[in-house]
């Protein structure tokens, strides 16, 4: 028997379009018969279906490529809890641009490893322009700012603790707010830093009369992270306040703005950023208000200089000779090797849409959020935590307790309903909205008022 020819390559045109037709008419059909934001059922329903239709994960004899691909992106679509649906609203879990989609899909093709030039030689060079360009929009007032790739928010701030304990070694004491994303403890122990110094946000942001008696408690380096955009709330801790306090404190500044980063585009609420390039660091995320798929993640650093840490040879990927003979050294660029050329989805979204066009998004969602926190203020069963400053509403069933609004959101869940997130604020439990969907209209959010009271009527007290 003649052995079959291998399955074709993607590089390959014509295959790898009859392929997406298929990927694409799955999704298609698994989106209509999910026909709601998450699959309903809950995780019981859904492993068994999951479990059923894959049947043998590696089979002797395979299906063939357009059984498999059918099948499985059906799956997966028909189960998806799926960003794009306007009730799906719990998480920075964003939904991506068809256009970022494209073009990320033309990377899988090419594939180029961001590690060496000779696997990459126009997507590293792609790469560096991007990333000088998005790290002049955080840092406009500094001489050569940088970035790297990173794989999100956590990584990022990961190699900020890293940047600073090059900087000032292992004593390094990390000041984050109760309200810092939780990445930073993780970083602190992987990092053998000594775990942060936690200061309170009752109000849910650092409070800087707060943070100026822990910093005059501390001895030694002090690198403080402060939030634009926090997580659970979306919020803004006040960066120029807490940059003079770091200024006279002879501490550092680093910023976490993987939510709220994207505001700078916004001629309209970019002054919500003010202060932010005073940080010598900067976390920015553009699988959130930015519209890419994941991953889509950005280290600003304002002095290149402190990216020297992270220079790294291997002989088989930037040997000494090469480098001298004009090869870019692309190892000190990431502490990962092999590495997808993200840069090139987020150049697409750059270059169609432009700066206002991506403010332009940015704006409509911030409206959504002021939309529904108009309907949560009208609603007679409902309680608004506050008004929101990014695009997060938390909200709850007026005279609930945590135990019951915790129900609601899983009722939901359960029934396929909405997806909405949860957070604690105010010592209290809250459902919480995260719009980062632009096209989600007003009416969108009346229904999902809808649910949310129908929920509590459904839910068992
Ligand atoms: C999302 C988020 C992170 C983590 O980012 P990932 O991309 O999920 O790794 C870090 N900080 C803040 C403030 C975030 O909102």
């Not at 059922?41 to 691909?69: I, K, M, Y």
């Not at 050329?341 to 270059?351: C, I």
Request: charged share 20%.
């Amino acid at each position: 028997m003649r052995a079959a020819p291998p399955p074709p390559l993607a590089a390959q045109p014509f295959p790898l379009s009859r392929l997406l037709g298929i990927a694409l008419d799955a999704l298609r059909t698994g989106a209509d018969e999910r026909g709601g934001p998450l699959p309903a059922g809950g995780p019981a329903a859904v492993t068994a279906r999951v479990r059923a239709t894959l049947g043998d994960v590696l089979p002797e004899t395979g299906t063939g490529q357009e059984e498999a691909l059918r099948t499985l992106v059906h799956l997966v679509a028909a189960g998806a809890a799926d960003p794009a649906h306007p009730l799906c609203a719990a998480h920075l879990h964003t939904p991506p641009l068809a256009l970022a989609a494209a073009a990320d899909l033309a990377a899988a093709a090419l594939n180029p490893s961001l590690d060496s030039w000779d696997q990459a030689p126009s997507a590293s060079a792609l790469e560096a322009e991007v990333t000088a360009a998005l790290a002049a929009e955080v840092f406009p007032r500094a001489s050569r700012p940088d970035a790297l790739v990173t794989t999100g928010g956590t990584e990022s701030n990961q190699l900020a603790l890293l940047l600073a304990r090059e900087r000032h070694g292992p004593a390094l004491t990390t000041v984050v707010g109760a309200n810092a994303h939780h990445s930073f403890r993780r970083a602190a122990w992987l990092l053998g830093l000594p775990a942060p110094v936690t200061v309170p946000t009752p109000r849910g942001v650092l409070d800087p009369a707060t943070v100026a008696r822990t910093l005059d408690g501390l001895d030694g380096p002090v690198l403080l992270a402060a939030t634009a955009g926090t997580t659970e709330e979306g919020l803004i801790d006040p960066l120029p306040e807490l940059a003079d306090l770091c200024a006279e404190h002879g501490a550092e500044l680093h910023a976490d703005a993987a939510y709220g980063g994207p505001l700078l585009l916004s001629r309209t609420h970019r002054h919500l950023l003010a202060g932010l390039d005073r940080a010598r660091t900067v976390t920015l995320d553009l699988h959130k208000l930015g519209w890419q798929p994941v991953a889509a993640g950005l280290l600003a650093v304002r002095d290149p200089a402190d990216l020297a840490a992270l220079g790294h040879t291997a002989a088989y990927l930037n040997a000494g000779d090469d480098t001298e003979a004009g090869l870019p050294d692309l190892l000190g660029r990431s502490l990962r090797t092999t590495r997808r050329p993200d840069a090139l989805k987020a150049a697409v979204t750059l270059r169609a849409l432009g700066r206002s066009g991506l403010g332009a998004l940015v704006d409509l969602c911030m409206e959504r959020a002021q939309d529904l926190a108009d309907l949560v203020e009208k609603a007679p069963g409902l309680e608004l935590r506050d008004r929101p400053v990014l695009t997060t509403v938390l909200l709850r069933p007026a005279g609930a307790d945590d135990a019951r609004v915790a129900r609601v959101r899983r009722t939901l869940l359960a029934g396929g309903r909405a997806v909405l997130g949860r957070a604690e604020a105010d010592g209290r439990l809250w459902l919480k909205a995260t719009l980062l969907n632009p096209h989600t209209t007003p009416d969108d959010l009346a229904q999902l008022i809808s649910l949310v009271e129908l929920a509590e009527g459904d839910t068992d007290r």
